[in-house]
């Protein structure tokens, strides 16, 4: 039987607030499923399991907060005996029930978070709370141990004269909307980007290199293999972009891996981490697992879901905790170039401006070309100049053959 | 379907792709990437939504009718019309 622990997702993470069981003891798991949504300082993170079994005892209870490491289920493996007696899998509650403790009506005794006053409720109802005005502790909790949840804030809600349409869900729904209980805290985030930040600058000897690469090539590629497709299967620039850097990171493992406790190591496989502003504020760099693999068509795809998944609040643990490399892409509402600062333990970041149309010397003439700055932020520990120079010349000489990327 | 119908169609699926924003606060021919902080990725988003909820096509040559209001609610017009 192994334990499920509370996965570090980030270096500047030191621990996570549940905010709710997606499974139920007794339940079956398979790799990659999400069984659960912490709260940590970058939002609420939808957490992954990376091996199959079944859950055993729930170790953590909604509101709880445990440090990175520390146990949160039991996973009973395929062929073990499962150690829990109490939980038949047919009875699969959505939710642990109330533990019948000795004060069920006294709620702040089993939430090592709080302190005397501290009324129990999920991290998610707090923040709703705060948004609608609402006081939680004149509200009667419905989650375990009667701690406030969502629904119950949003029941509450609906009470008042000016409830607004969010607030119509039945009170007993579950509290599973995108908007309440899932959403990235933006003060918490502009703390963690500036720890990180800070971090970065203070430890990363950076390095810096710049180069322009031609562009006239992949946009015709792409007007023609948009000019077929309807909508839904588009490409963008974004795309191609990222593959040839993943195909860059690929051949040059200096640039791609981490650098801990004094050593560079690389990755096996690359992860960029595509950074997506949101609006609002604050920025999340979740990976694109091996991308250097995948087809541009999925690529794409990849990309579409991420972005619309990091805008709905909804990121996954795996995400945040293996990017091997990160590739910032400004679009075609940025500015011309930007230089990156390294999210460590990470060693490069690979920064595209705005691709757009500039005079250039062709076979000794001045003509308007597509172009699109480049740079390379590196850590200097990991690499030097010469081979960070490698690495954006690989990525031009991708781009002018899109076809096979 | 009148203008004003596309219109609320069109504003339904900003506010899908883009739920904070607000279409009808701003100018009929305002940039609406500008306006409503929509990047390329949400530009697709908004005309892939369009496209599979009115069944027409939309041309990538066309997709710069939908930086204004006014321009899209016109060419939708037109090509269901």
């Keep these: 039987m192994g334990l499920f622990k509370m996965p570090s997702l980030g270096s500047d993470m030191e621990d996570g607030t549940l905010v709710e069981w997606l499974v139920a003891e007794g339940q079956a798991v398979k790799r990659g499923d999400i069984i659960a949504v912490v709260e940590t300082q970058k939002g609420a993170i939808e957490i992954e399991i990376f091996e199959a079994g079944t859950v055993g005892k729930l170790l953590l209870d909604v509101g709880e907060t445990a440090p990175v490491g520390a146990a949160m289920a039991e996973i009973v493996g395929a062929g073990e005996a499962p150690a829990v007696a109490s939980a038949p899998a047919a009875q699969a509650p959505a939710r642990r029930a109330p533990e019948p403790g000795p004060v069920a009506a006294s709620p702040p005794s089993q939430v090592p978070i709080a302190s005397g006053e501290r009324v129990l409720a999920s991290p998610a109802a707090r923040r709703l709370a705060a948004e609608r005005g609402v006081d939680l502790a004149s509200l009667t909790g419905t989650g375990p141990g009667g701690a406030v949840i969502s629904a119950d804030v949003l029941s509450a809600d609906t009470l008042s004269a000016d409830a607004p349409a969010a607030s119509t869900q039945a009170p007993e729904a579950k509290p599973r909307e995108p908007a309440t209980r899932r959403g990235l805290a933006m003060g918490e985030m502009r703390k963690a980007i500036a720890a990180a930040m800070a971090r970065s600058k203070r430890e990363i000897p950076h390095y810096y290199l710049q180069h322009t690469i031609d562009l006239e090539t992949a946009t015709a590629w792409l007007a023609a293999a948009n000019a077929e497709r309807a909508p839904p299967d588009r490409l963008l620039m974004a795309a191609l972009l990222l593959k040839a850097s993943a195909l860059a990171l690929q051949r040059y493992p200096d640039f791609n891996g981490h650098y801990i406790e004094g050593e560079y190591r690389p990755a096996e496989a690359v992860h960029p981490g595509v950074a997506i502003a949101l609006r609002g504020g604050g920025l999340i760099a979740p990976a694109i697992h091996d991308a250097a693999t995948l087809s541009v068509d999925a690529l794409m795809a990849a990309l579409r879901d991420t972005a619309q998944r990091m805008r709905a609040g909804r990121v996954r643990s795996s995400e945040l905790s293996d990017p091997t490399a990160t590739v910032s892409s400004l679009g075609e509402r940025g500015v011309e170039g930007l230089w990156g600062v390294i999210y460590p333990p990470q060693v490069a970041l690979i920064g595209f401006g705005k691709a757009l149309v500039r005079p250039a010397v062709v076979d000794g003439g001045v003509v308007p070309r597509m172009q699109v700055q480049v740079s390379l932020a590196a850590d200097h520990r990991a690499s030097d100049g010469h081979r960070g120079a490698l690495l954006l010349n690989a990525i031009d000489k991708l781009l002018q053959t899109p076809e096979a990327l | ?81």
């Design chain 2, 1 to 81: 379907m009148t203008e004003a119908e596309l219109k609320a169609v069109l504003f339904e699926e900003i506010a899908t792709v883009a739920p904070e924003a607000d279409p009808g606060a701003i100018a009929p021919d305002e940039d609406v990437r500008d306006a409503l902080d929509l990047d390329s990725m949400d530009m697709l988003n908004v005309i892939a939504a369009l496209h599979e909820r009115l069944g027409i096509e939309i041309p990538e040559a066309d997709a710069p009718q939908f930086f204004t209001v006014a321009g899209a609610v016109t060419y939708l017009a037109k090509r269901l019309g």
